[in-house]
């Protein structure tokens, strides 16, 4: 798999920072972004996922409004929602970039369990569900 297509893919995450979430988890901000995660996750689970989206280039510039993520598992799939710029979620190329970097997500830190991302509006309410690649 090449980095460059999980760079590309996860560069596009854009949002406008939630100023209050309810229901989101606990929040933790690192390399400034602004992160969630629920009781059904670790905090541990949290920070390496946070590890993989920096190297995929996932922080924010001074330029940035700021990026937020969250990080659920229901039963044994993980579900990473995103808040994304509008009509992204129409990309093909951006939505198929997803897919590949889930399918990487899954076997470097979830052990091979699913992964979803949830492509979602500025209050973390799911616009398009992306599922894993299967190859």
Not at 34 to 41: D, E, I, L, P
Not at 53 to 62: H, M, N, P
Request: proline share 0%; net charge negative; charged share 25%.
């Amino acid at each position: 798999m090449k980095k460059g297509i999980f760079i590309w893919g996860l560069l596009l995450f854009t949002c406008s920072v939630l100023s209050s979430c309810k229901n989101c988890g606990t929040e933790k901000t690192i390399n400034g972004v602004q992160y969630f995660y629920t009781s059904n996750v670790t905090e541990s689970e949290l920070d390496k996922l946070a590890d993989v989206l920096k190297d995929f280039g996932l922080e924010v510039t001074d330029e940035d409004e700021g990026k937020t993520v969250q990080l659920n598992r229901t039963g044994n799939t993980y579900e990473i929602r995103a808040v994304i710029k509008k009509g992204l979620e129409m990309d093909n190329e951006y939505c198929d970039a997803i897919k590949t970097s889930a399918k990487y997500i899954s076997s470097t830190i979830f052990d091979g369990a699913n992964v979803e991302f949830h492509l979602c509006d500025e209050h973390l309410e799911t616009i398009r569900v992306i599922l894993m690649s299967n190859y």
